[in-house]
């Protein structure tokens, strides 16, 4: 058993339990903080991503004793921030959007690469945005919301930050 202090969203937070307690599963079951969301479970699908003192990471491989003393921002955060309403605006307008069970992975990953690498290009955020996966139809949406917000050639101007 261990008991990690953190930074939640900006409040000082306790989370006691096995040192293996996934933050996914303290987000979800402690603090109702339900838009990270169990996709594979295993990393791969980007379903269940935060920020972890500003870097994007999956929830569900991060452990309990990983959290002391480190800062977690979730969507509910992120998503009242105006620094993403550039990429909710985006995918909205592209029809990324259709079960919603990807989508704060996605405004995650994307807000993420529109704060620190705005000028990396649609390629680039394409192949640095690959780790969050949709399996509805979304996809093609997906990728006109990055040509938008990353400026491909022809598409609109990126939106004004
Ligand atoms: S549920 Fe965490 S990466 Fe898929
Ligand atoms: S919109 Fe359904 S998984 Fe992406």
Known sequence: MTEVSFLLNGAPVSARGPAARRLLDILRDDHGLT??????????CGACLVWLDDQPVNACLVMAWQLAGRRVRTIESVAADSASAPVREALAACGAVQCGYCSAGQVMALTWLHE????????EASALAAGNLCRCGTAPGIARAIDRLFGAPGSEPPPAR
């Open 116 to 123: 620190h690498r705005p000028d990396c290009g649609p390629a």
């Open 35 to 44: 838009g990270a969301k169990p996709g594979c479970e295993i990393g791969r």
